[in-house]
């Protein structure tokens, strides 16, 4: 067993092989010690055979015990290896010890998904943890969690978690369907996994959810949905989902409901604003500017009176800065990332003014507009609502405040269009028994 694994990894340095003898039987045993648990290797292993003398004994230990398993094929020993598990073979049989290395003994923190009240446990690398993380809070005996194995090379486990008495059917047969098409060599993080399950790479808007927080994951198996966990990611994926998914953060579970739903339409408003404000300031100075009263109108002329450019060249100027700036802050130390860009940006805003090459109330407009996108809950469905206002913008400069409410329009259209998995991606209201119903009838014919 050692010579042919050795001819498979090409005769690695860090791959410890020797053959054991206790007096009574001789063991074989390969594996690589920066990807095994020691500890669990030496009492789990080593110890029992070195002071184990009866061979039946040793047997039936190996056999009682699940973390120990026949070994497949040959051509299969490598890869066995390679993901932390120790091969011995033990009169002509070969063994599997599957003791792979944890670099995570506890749950991480929430980072992205900022929620005052309700758990701050985040997901973690460890695919068997978060597992449990989420067992704790969806402790149902019909939570079904399903293995699969996807990439050439990383061999990346992918599990498939969801609840068999609420879940859609047709969903989880067309999920089967796009993970069984899945062709990567190397999948490293969940957002290749969403890429690749999407169907169409050039979409505007994602019709998966990732999210951070295992209590998210519970409310969602709660109503129906489907929630993939990869090992290496922190990120959960959730489908199928609705924009209004995209628009829910957890404190809106905890407060009050008329609080909550105030929140709600705050985020939709600030939606709103971010789509339209800069296509509207431009709509309004260039092209319809009879739209306000006129001692706005006059206002805003008589801020623009030295600046020497038309409207949508100071919208283009002040967007790239809110982007370079919103960039410069993920790349920056995070020590010094929020004080260098929030004084940058004071600077920069008072600066670029008083030399005449913007607006006051484009000053005022940009603010309005980076504010706004921070009160979207999700980062996915920020970044395609940040970049959806250029489209806004390029429309606008062309066909003026039409070009917008047409735009807008065409906006909703999209969205009634976008499928989810099958699923209506502006469905204002789906029964939370519909999945259930669904199965039923599914059953009864």
Known sequence: ????????????????????????????????????????????????????????????????????????????????????????????????????????????????????????????????????????????PTLCVEQHTIGAISRTRITVLYDTNLVNRDVLSLLHQRLANVQIKLLQASGQLVQMLSGRRHRFFPIILQTERPDRIAAMLERGKVVLLQDGSRFGLILPVRIFDFMHAMDDDFESYWMSK?????????????????????????????????????????????????????????????????????????????????????????AIQQAGLVSSIMIIVTSVVAISNFVIPNNGFG???????????????YFGLLGLVVAFFALVVYWCNIRSFGQPYLALYIPKLEATMHHKNKEDT
């Open 262 to 350: 105030l929140l709600v339409v705050l985020r939709y408003l600030g939606m709103l604003l971010t789509i339209t404000l800069p296509a509207l300031y431009i709509a309004i100075v260039s092209y319809n500017p009879e739209v306000l009263r006129v001692q706005l109108t006059l206002s805003i002329a008589g801020s623009r009176v030295v600046v020497p450019y038309p409207s949508f060249i100071e919208v283009f100027i002040m967007l790239f800065m809110i982007e370079a700036l919103n960039e410069a802050s993920l790349r920056l130390p995070r020590f010094i990332g929020s004080t260098a860009t929030t004084v940058g940006g004071l600077i920069l805003g008072q």
């Open 383 to 397: 970044y395609s609502i940040r970049f959806v206002k250029y489209i806004f913008v390029l429309i606008t400069i």
């Open 1 to 140: 067993m050692i010579d042919e694994l050795r001819n498979m990894l090409n005769h690695p340095s860090d791959l410890y092989f020797d053959t054991l003898d206790n007096g009574y039987m001789q063991m074989e045993i390969c594996y690589f010690p920066i990807l095994c648990d020691q500890s669990l290797l030496k009492n789990g292993l080593l110890v029992p055979f070195s002071y184990n003398f009866e061979p039946d004994e040793f047997e039936r230990m190996i056999h009682a015990n699940p973390m120990f398993t026949p070994a497949g094929p040959p051509d299969t020993w490598a890869g066995d290896v390679l993901r932390g598990t120790v091969l011995f073979m033990l009169e002509d049989q070969v063994y599997r010890f599957n003791i792979q290395r944890k670099f995570h003994d506890k749950p991480g923190m929430v980072q992205l998904e900022i929620a005052l009240q309700g758990s701050q446990v985040a997901l973690t690398e460890d695919l068997d943890m978060n597992i449990s993380l989420v067992r704790l809070r969806f402790n149902s």
